[in-house]
């Protein structure tokens, strides 16, 4: 078995209203930071997980996003896969 850490990216997509950025994003003007045109606000989450190959842990952490960690309907995601260390 060879051990893998995931690196899971869950954002709103482009087409869907993002309150969390538009309040971080005024929050970012009155700071003074004007010069912010846009922010989007997302999810990071670190998964380790052992499997017999990495095709396999990929497979895994796909399904992972698909049935629990995104909304299909609101949110796209995307993931890197490395081998680590025990």
Do not use: W
Not at 3 to 28: C, E, F, H, M, S
Not at 48 to 76: F, T
């Amino acid at each position: 078995m060879t051990n893998y850490l995931a690196r899971v990216y869950v954002r709103l997509k482009p087409t869907v209203n993002d309150p969390q950025g538009l309040t971080i994003k005024g929050g970012l003007h009155s700071l003074g930071f004007g010069q912010v045109a846009d922010v989007r606000a997302g999810k990071y989450i670190e998964i380790r997980l052992a499997s017999d190959d990495r095709s396999a842990a990929e497979a895994q952490v796909r399904e992972m996003c698909d049935r629990l960690l995104a909304n299909p309907v609101i949110e796209e995601f995307r993931f890197d896969l490395e081998e680590v260390a025990s």
